[in-house]
């Protein structure tokens, strides 16, 4: 499912201050590699995985608010009220689930909205925003999958994926921007300044912020899975959303080295193998 994440770029201001050399620049970009300085890191305690991430949890929730706003605005939410009623019933569940695991409040407060479009997709905003389409609720076959849908989305939440992706965003944009003034210094480089701009960009796509997306993609299925086998739904029926999803889109995906999201099958057959290790079903 597609995480939301509005950018201001007045936020670069706030962004640190890096000194480096044009040769460091020019490489890092080239490479595809994480530039140097992204380099502070934490641990999420609920993923184990280490984060780059400079922005406050506050501040990006505040980006968000405005445009949570304006979606609500724009966007028919549903009148039917047997739909909403269903979507908060597993969303409440499923949050009861991953309260269990202590990285969520089961009683923190939740905007939840359901969308009148055929989207088959739901998001997650900062702020404790959740949106879902109809069409995802058409496309699931019972509330155990509606659940994985759910769960994935409080997996983003507990992942810190919005903070994190935002910050390497950031980070990158701001390293692309170091890189092009490198160039425009350079007698012998300036000459390739387009071409060279191109490939940093190209690089810092494929190489880094895709990548992060995929990974937070992956996390979230694995954080949803728990809080689905916490909340008493039946975690097979997660291998089977991404069957159904998988068909929904054929012929439709471009290469998964190209796409924010990992491919259909290959986050069906993951999630068999982490069910299995975990002993919450035999498949």
Same mark, same amino acid.
């Given at each position: ?96 689930? =991953?309260? /269990?695991? #202590?990285? @969520?409040? &089961? ?8 969308? %009148?479009?055929?989207? *088959? ?81 190209? =690089?810092? /796509?494929? #190489?880094? @912020?895709? &990548? ?8 979230? %299925?694995?954080?949803? *899975? ?58």
């Amino acid at each position: 499912m597609v995480e939301r994440i509005d950018f201001d770029g007045e936020i670069l201001a706030n962004a640190p201050r890096i000194n480096m050399s044009r040769r460091a620049i020019i490489c890092g970009i080239a490479s595809g590699s994480v530039l140097p300085f992204v380099t502070s890191c934490a641990t999420n305690p609920a993923t184990g995985s280490n984060q780059f991430i400079f922005l406050g949890e506050d501040q990006i929730a505040g980006m968000a608010a405005s445009a949570w706003t304006d979606m609500k605005a724009q966007v028919p939410v549903t009148a039917n009220s047997r739909l909403k009623s269903r979507v908060l019933n597993v969303w409440n569940r499923t949050v009861r689930g =991953a309260g /269990q695991t #202590g990285y @969520v409040d &089961p009683n923190a407060d939740w905007d939840v909205a359901v969308f %009148d479009t055929d989207d *088959v997709n739901a998001f997650v905003m900062p702020g404790n925003r959740v949106g879902v389409y109809r069409g995802i609720t058409e496309l699931t076959e019972n509330d155990d999958q509606l659940s994985s849908v759910l769960g994935h989305e409080t997996g983003h939440v507990v992942g810190r994926h919005a903070a994190e992706r935002l910050s390497i965003t950031t980070a990158a944009q701001a390293g692309l921007m170091l890189g092009q003034i490198a160039i425009t210094q350079s007698e012998t480089l300036s000459q390739y300044g387009t071409a060279i701009g191109a490939l940093g960009g190209a =690089a810092m /796509q494929f #190489g880094v @912020v895709l &990548p992060y997306s995929r990974r937070h993609e992956s996390e979230a %299925d694995r954080l949803g *899975v728990d809080y689905m086998h916490n909340a008493g739904y039946d975690v097979k029926q997660s291998v089977r959303l991404w069957e159904l999803m998988a068909a929904n889109s054929e012929g439709q995906r471009q290469p998964e080295f190209m796409s924010t999201h990992p491919d259909p099958l290959n986050r069906a057959a993951a999630l068999k193998q982490y069910i299995n290790a975990k002993g919450y079903a035999l498949m």
